[in-house]
């Protein structure tokens, strides 16, 4: 089997504000947050109220639609806030931390000695279950259905991206004993995805899965890109799919019996005084993770996650669970270029050959820019052929699939391979597109449909 | 000002106007809402505009020659300076680039406002092909119709920009060649003798007079010897005269070096698809080549580097074929598209003594095949994709 996959198609895009490798401490949040907002699909049913005492690994939440998968609170203290808004949806569970964390004491177990179920149920319980996403619908995986494989990426390569290898450093027993838990979990393999650059000893020697290194621009970080050059997904198939840092927290459980969600944030971006990592846990306040490292003379903008893919999140927000990065950039309105879209605007990135930015590139290589979050353009139809193409390595006819989703075919869009996709493998080509398509909220409201049409 | 267009302001029939001008001056402000947050630069303004540029060299090149012919026809062409024969020629087409872009612009503006949508930029490049693809010869009222009835039938009804089926400014040159034959075609049209803007008169011709173009003259050749190309006052045409552009015919598509240069510019920035030009050409010699062989008559004789330069072959190829919207729009299909086209334009060209250009008629016919071509590409995705399903997918509607 083919190991090693050179992928051409793709963009790097490169920003200034990469975090140095030097690691600070959070500050004191005041409130910490569990947000079933954070994770799509979910319809929560509330298991605790106003008042109740909880410890770092309690379920405040459960899934209704399938009540065994728990979501537990990442800090110990007392449930402050329920905020709820229009027609009582639940928008928010605030939690207010004890001076000292306490963890629900979970049994010290090694997942190679455990039965698939049993495995399943401790993380189910733990609420660590989360962590695991699936293909297709790419929302949270659903207990009930056997995983093909199950794919893990150890590498992120997302503009301002976190270095895995940083953050795993002397976390290999942990890294280790998390991908044990997940080949308990599928009677198939468990791939784990590098890069040909990665050189931490705890990624390359990770042992019982099957190693495949990609070479390539972004998005070969992506799992879904992965997964369709090593072994696509077909219909009627269903795979896990994972990240290496969340794979080291679930080994963490393992090895600790503790449901310790403290990870490494890469703080990023051209508003960042001073990017670094943070030593932080989901759930806790931005600006207590940010603790004043921001420019704020312009207006900006917090994303938890990355420029392409990551949530929008107001100042008083909370880091989302599924965020190892935040990125703030500036906002752009009120910027009016006056015949912009005319002059050769030197300093700005574009992949179109219509800017001088390869040329400049060549003369000042490692060039950084600082992009803001206007459109620049307005939203059109789709005119330009061939250009999705150009950054979506996977086997899959994008433009094609874009318009099957906007026009709610779904016969076609199963045709043409929605099963293997996520909102995410399309950033790239809502970044380049001339007519401003936008793709991922097309693809993601395709999926939904989809999967509420299924009835999975 | 903004709020004097907006709903409820008192001008705010006229907002898609005002949101016009202010996108066409500034790079709009909006910010993402969701998805990406950075945005690359490219927008349809740019890549519109960037094909303007690219027909710019024709354009030129057209004024100039629209001149050298008309003196000439008329003698005194040996007076006269270059920027008298530039400026006569240019006079003489800009009424015919105001009314294109006139008429489809007002008309467009009208459309924005009705479906309360942005004003969107496909009309850019459509208005400056329409003049170039037209004979000097032919009146402004018929102009000013053609474009109505295409941007109207052929643009708006389907959706507007990105939704048309065939080639807008290709439908214009087909509505006036079918409508008025006798304005498009045939020896009269492709020079003029009458005054621009008031500038020389109605001079009589020089003797030895034919407005006959090479393709004209290509048609029209009975017998076995090898043809002699000549130019309107009958001295011999060479080949360099053909790249160059100096012949009679539309507007902008004498010219072979100014199209080339055109040509570069679009595949140098990647706005054009290399793809779909070079298998037009590739298609197009390929069927001289074959016609060469078989040589039944004369016209089949003709090389295939003199082909290329004659008639609207080589500007249809580079700035008609390859519209993004009207063509194939997958990689594999773009090579099909553009042989196809090739091969029939030379077909209908030399086999037919109807229609001595091949070009227009061959773009519009495969225009309706583009999307057959996707299909079966697209189709053969889809069969790889079945062959390694578990469950099959039924067709039909049912779906677990």
């Known amino acids: ?456 | 000002m903004r709020p004097t267009f907006s709903e409820g302001g008192k001008l705010s029939k006229l907002h898609s106007v005002f949101e016009g001008f202010e996108a066409f001056l500034f790079v709009p402000d909006t910010t993402s809402h969701s998805g990406v947050h950075i945005h690359d630069s490219i927008d349809s303004k740019r890549t519109m505009s960037w094909v303007i540029l690219a027909m710019v060299p024709a354009l030129l090149f057209g004024m100039y020659n629209t001149g050298y012919q008309h003196f000439l026809a008329v003698g005194g062409l040996a007076e006269m300076g270059f920027w008298e024969i530039f400026g006569w020629g240019a006079l003489a087409v800009l009424p015919y680039v105001v009314v294109s872009y006139g008429v489809g612009l007002g008309i467009e503006f009208i459309s924005a406002q009705i479906k309360k949508e942005e004003i969107q930029e496909g009309f850019l490049v459509t208005g400056l092909l329409i003049p170039l693809i037209l004979p000097i010869g032919v009146p402004l009222w018929m102009v000013a119709v053609a474009t109505a009835f295409s941007v109207v039938f052929v643009k708006e009804i389907f959706g507007g920009t990105g939704y048309n089926v065939f080639n807008v400014a290709l439908m214009t040159r087909a509505f006036l060649f079918f409508a008025y034959p006798a304005k498009m075609s045939g020896t009269s049209v492709w020079v003029t003798t009458n005054a621009s803007f008031g500038f020389g008169s109605a001079l009589p011709v020089a003797d030895g007079f034919s407005g006959a173009t090479p393709l004209g003259q290509a048609a029209s050749a009975v017998g076995t010897n090898a043809l002699h190309f000549t130019n309107i006052v009958g001295q011999p045409l060479t080949w360099w005269d053909m790249f160059l552009g100096f012949e009679p015919g539309s507007i902008g598509e004498t010219s072979t070096l100014a199209v080339l240069i055109g040509a570069i510019f679009l595949i140098a920035t990647g706005i054009a698809s290399w793809k779909i030009i070079t298998a037009v050409f590739a298609g197009g010699i390929g069927a001289i080549l074959l016609f060469n062989a078989l040589a039944v008559n004369v016209y089949m004789s003709v090389p295939f580097w003199e082909q290329i330069c004659m008639g609207g072959f080589a500007f249809g190829a580079v700035f008609m074929a390859t519209d993004p919207v009207s063509a194939s729009r997958t990689e594999k299909g773009k090579w099909i598209y553009g042989i196809l086209i090739g091969v029939l334009a030379m077909i209908i060209r030399v086999l037919n003594p109807a229609y001595p250009e091949g070009m227009m008629l061959a773009i519009l016919l495969m225009n309706i095949f583009a999307k057959l071509i996707d299909y079966y590409v697209v189709q053969g995705n889809i069969n790889k994709r079945l062959k390694r399903a578990t469950v099959g997918v039924q067709k039909g509607g049912n779906h677990e």
């Open chain 1, 1 to 456: 089997m083919k190991n090693t996959f050179k992928i051409t198609k793709g963009l790097y895009i490169p920003m200034t504000g990469t975090s140095a490798k030097e690691v600070v401490s959070a500050g004191e949040s005041e409130q910490w947050s569990v947000n079933p907002n954070d994770y799509h699909g979910v319809v929560p049913r509330l298991l605790v109220q106003v008042g109740d005492l909880v410890k770092a690994g309690s379920p405040v939440f459960c899934d209704k639609n399938k009540p065994e998968v728990l979501f537990a609170t990442p800090v110990s203290g007392v449930v402050a806030d329920i905020v709820r808004g229009e027609k009582r949806k639940l928008l928010n569970i605030l939690i207010k931390a004890d001076a000292q964390n306490e963890y629900v004491p979970f049994p010290v177990r090694d997942p190679l000695a455990l039965s698939p179920d049993q495995v399943k149920e401790t993380l189910l319980n733990s609420g660590l279950w989360t962590l695991l996403k699936q293909r297709p619908y790419d929302c949270i995986a659903d207990p009930s259905k056997k995983p093909r494989d199950i794919f893990v990426s150890g590498f992120d390569s997302s503009p301002l991206a976190p270095d895995y290898d940083f953050i795993l450093k002397d976390q290999s027993t942990d890294f280790q004993k998390g991908l044990d838990a997940l080949t308990r979990l599928t009677e198939g393999k468990v791939y784990l995805g590098l890069s040909v650059k990665t050189q931490a000893p705890e990624l390359n020697q990770a042992a019982r899965v099957e190693i495949c290194r990609f070479d390539g621009p972004h998005p070969t970080g992506l799992v879904g890109v992965q997964i369709n050059q090593i072994k696509p997904v077909n219909k009627g198939e269903v795979v896990y799919t994972a990240n290496a840092l969340d794979v080291a927290a679930i080994g963490r459980f393992f090895n600790t019996g503790k449901v310790d969600l403290t990870r490494l944030v890469a703080v990023t971006g051209p508003m960042v005084r001073k990017p670094h990592y943070v030593r932080c846990k989901p759930g806790m306040s931005i600006q207590s993770i940010l603790k004043g490292n921001v420019h704020t003379e312009a207006h900006v903008r917090y994303i938890c996650g990355n420029v392409l893919t990551g949530v929008q999140t107001g100042s008083d927000g909370f880091l989302n669970p599924q965020a190892h990065q935040i990125t703030v950039l500036k906002e752009g309105e009120g910027i009016h270029e006056l015949f912009g879209w005319a002059l050769p605007r030197l300093n700005i990135f574009s992949f179109s050959r219509t800017y001088f930015t390869k040329l400049v590139q060549r003369f000042q290589p490692g060039k950084k820019y600082e992009p803001d979050t206007r459109l620049l353009g307005g939203e059109r139809a789709l005119i330009m052929s061939g250009e999705y193409e150009k950054v979506f390595p996977m086997d899959i006819l994008p433009e094609h699939l874009t318009r099957a989703c906007i026009s709610g075919n779904i016969e076609r869009q199963e045709e043409l391979g929605i099963y293997e996709v996520a909102p995410e493998d399309f950033a790239l080509c809502e970044y380049i597109c001339t007519s401003k398509v936008p793709v991922q909220q097309v693809v993601r409201e395709a999926l939904d449909k989809l999967k509420a049409e299924n009835g999975d």
